[in-house]
Structure formats: structure tokens, C-alpha cells
């Protein structure tokens, strides 16, 4: 099956060219990329948090296969769902879903489940593909779509996502999908996210669950930041650095109410 775009012409432009356009108003192509285990990179709309994305992105040398976890915002599907077979659309064309990388993930894991349905008006995924398709043209994903749970869970798929990747012989990156502190005051929002981000640069999933219900910080996609740091570290690595932070007060000018977003790299 082939996944169609669920926000194409919402959360970015609808046409190829208008997309190709914005896209690169947000990258750098000509940056030397760092050779990296996984990143995290927000998914808002692209006026918002392209420009933290776009300088993610454009940070890290291109991989054969993106494994993209991204946090369940419609409720749909089962909690813990992932696709290892066909292709997600947008309007840049098709990707194909790495079917042997996806089918030993969920074969090593103890709670994901194949559903489509989970994924199909899912945004979280769906805003970094355009990214990927500017910056490289012969890749992979594997898409994982996780509702909320308890820090085990998501310290067992990301354990299951290195398991399954170091035995593949190829290079494998994967991204975190998540928005850090939602419609809060811009320096409420910033002092609460840079906690979550310190947790984050220590690779510390512990300290990270412990700041955000410590904080009440309402960061969407932690599972998926859990995954990844507990993947990363069965992977071998060794630090983290911030690329980019703001908030949508930073393009509005309103900064009464923001949304926060945080580009990290893992290494």
C-alpha cells in the first residue's frame, strides 16, 4: 500500500515546487553532515519549526534507511504500531518502507504491532519526509507511531530498534519526532525545555521522564525521545549536541502563548 500525505498544503505546500522552494529556504545543503546515530527534529507546521528542522537535517551525513518515530496525536490505531511494508507519499514522490529493517524490529519487539490504520492521518512522521527527499534521493524509512505509556515500553522498543539494526549492514539513522513545550509563555517555555534538553544532551532517558513530570513539561514526543536514547546508547553513543531551539514566538512576534522546538543530534 502507499501511504498518501494526511497534511500536505496544511503543515507545508501541497505542490513539488512550492515544497522543493520552502524547503530550501530551511536547509543547508552545503554543510559537511556529521556521521550520526539519531537526531531529533520537531514536526509542526514548516513555518514554525522548518527552520529547526531544516538545520538538523542538513547537520548529518545521509543514511541508507531513516527508522522515524513519531508520538500517536489521533488516537487511532493500535498504541505502539509500525509499517514494514509499501510506501509514504508526498508531493516530492514516493519513499519505500525498508521491509527487512521493519520486520526484525517487530519481530524483536515485545509490544509494537503492524497497523497501518495507525499512521494514516499521522502528522509526526509525515513533516520529516520532505526534509529527507531534498537533502538525499535513495533512502528507506521505517515508520513507528507511539501512543503514551510508561518509560519501560519505550526503553524496550528503542532496545529493540538497536537490536535490529546492529544486525543490518547498512547505515541506519534514527529520528525522534517530537515539539518540546506547548502554548505556554515564551520564557516559561524556553526555562521548561531547557531541562528536558539537558536530560536529553546527558543521554539520560531516566532524568528525562523525571524532569517532565517533575516540570509538567509538555513535550509531545518524548516516547519517541526515550526510544531513541535508549537505542542510541545500545548503539554506542557517546554525546549529544543541541543544533537549534526556538519557538514559534520567535516567527510570530507573539510570545504569550508558544510552542517550543529543539533540533538535537546523537553521535
Known amino acids: 500500500m502507499v501511504r498518501k500525505p494526511a497534511v500536505a498544503g496544511r503543515f507545508y505546500p501541497g505542490t513539488a515546487s512550492a515544497l522543493r ?8 545543503p552545503d554543510i ?10 520537531p514536526h509542526a507546521g514548516y513555518p514554525f519549526s522548518g527552520p ?5 537535517f542538513s547537520k548529518i551525513e545521509f543514511a541508507a534507511t531513516f527508522v522515524i518515530l513519531g508520538p500517536n496525536h489521533t488516537g487511532m490505531g493500535a498504541p505502539f504500531s509500525i509499517m514494514t511494508d509499501g510506501a509514504w507519499e508526498t508531493p516530492l514522490g514516493e519513499v519505500e518502507i525498508d521491509s527487512e529493517l521493519g520486520k526484525r524490529i517487530l519481530l524483536a519487539s515485545e509490544y509494537l504491532e503492524e497497523d497501518p490504520g495507525a499512521h494514516g492521518y499521522e502528522h509526526s512522521v509525515e513533516v520529516q519526509l520532505p526534509f529527507l527527499q531534498y537533502l538525499g534521493d535513495d533512502f528507506r524509512i521505517v515508520p513507528v507511531v507511539l501512543a503514551n505509556a510508561g518509560g519501560e515500553i519505550y526503553k524496550e522498543i528503542g532496545r529493540s530498534v538497536a537490536e535490529a539494526i546492529k544486525n543490518l549492514n547498512r547505515g541506519v539513522v534514527i529520528v525522534a519526532s517530537s515539539d518540546m513545550t506547548h502554548y505556554e509563555p515564551h520564557d516559561t517555555a524556553k526555562t521548561k525545555d531547557m531541562k528536558a534538553i539537558e536530560a536529553i544532551l546527558d543521554l539520560d532517558e531516566y532524568e528525562l521522564l523525571k524532569r517532565i513530570k517533575e516540570y509538567n513539561i509538555t513535550m509531545c514526543g518524548y516516547g519517541p525521545v526515550v526510544c531513541l536514547i535508549s ?13 537549534r531551539y526556538q519557538t514559534s514566538g520567535d516567527v510570530t512576534g507573539d ?4 510552542v517550543g522546538y529543539a533540533g538535537v543530534i546523537i553521535k
Do not use: C, P, Q
Open 52 to 56: 529547526v528542522a531544516g538545520a538538523t
Open 21 to 28: 522552494a520552502d524547503i530550501e529556504r530551511m536547509v543547508d
Open 255 to 258: 510570545y504569550r502563548s508558544v
Open 231 to 243: 537505542a542510541a546508547k545500545k548503539l554506542g553513543a557517546k554525546e549529544a549536541e543541541l543544533v
Open 32 to 41: 559537511s553532515g556529521e556521521k550520526v546515530i539519531g537526531l531529533i527534529s
